[in-house]
């Protein structure tokens, strides 16, 4: 009240926003909730993997965004991630905690109901006929894992097609690394390796804990065991949440 009162007393226009700035004000909105959720879905440091308080709060505002803009693919985009997404809350962590990965977990106890909301906010997007921004690429992308009932079902080449047209979109080395890795279960580790092999000197990815992590998971597939430990353990080294930092140290162990 005392904000609203401050605005009538200084007599401040209140004006709809042309096209463009509500373009550019709704993708800035997108990001802060896109923000909010990665934050919770797996926490950047800390004792905890998953803070679901922030995942609800995200999707929350994510589903009033929807309501008011139905029209608009990024918004239902970016509902249908969240929502697949956080299907996966109860497979993610084991009885103390620990991260437990995605081609490892147990996908009886996904939430089938928050799937079948993810993919119908999916087929909302797509059904709007519009290029599929960074959101709904996404969204396509998690509802491949979701559809997949079993890791050997999974649909990688699709997945691999769609990091394509995410990383012509975005640029996002971050993108081009998760695009080397989908590479890799499509069309075998060397493949995907070479791939990774072309981030090594990017700076957006220097003291980035995955991308060790990432060479550590096709090392080990192509039977280079003693690299993939050593890849593990730089990858603890350098994340800093606890539950994360422990898989990763496990699996640099020797056997």
Known sequence: MRAK????????PI????????????????????AIFNEGYAASGGEQWIRADLCQEAMRLGRV???????????????????????RFPARTG????????????????????????????????????????????AAIAACHARARTPEQTDWERIAALYDGLAAVTGSPVVRLNRAVAVGMAFGPAAGLELLDELEDEPALR???????ARGELLERLGREREARAEFGRAAALSRNSPERDRLRARSAPR
């Open 5 to 12: 009162r401050t605005l009538a007393e200084a007599k401040v």
């Open 15 to 34: 004006e709809v926003p042309g096209a463009a700035e509500r373009a550019q004000r709704l993708s800035s909105v997108l990001e802060v909730i896109y």
């Open 65 to 87: 965004l929807a309501g008011l803009a139905p029209e608009e693919p990024e918004v239902l985009g970016l509902v249908a991630l969240m929502e697949l997404q956080a299907s």
């Open 95 to 138: 009885p103390g905690g620990e991260a437990i990965p995605l081609l490892e977990q147990d996908r009886s106890r996904w939430d089938f109901v928050l799937i079948g909301h993810g993919l119908r906010a999916l087929e909302r997007a797509e059904a709007l006929g519009r290029p599929l921004g960074p959101y709904a690429l996404q």
């Open 207 to 213: 003291g980035y804990h995955l991308l060790p992590a």
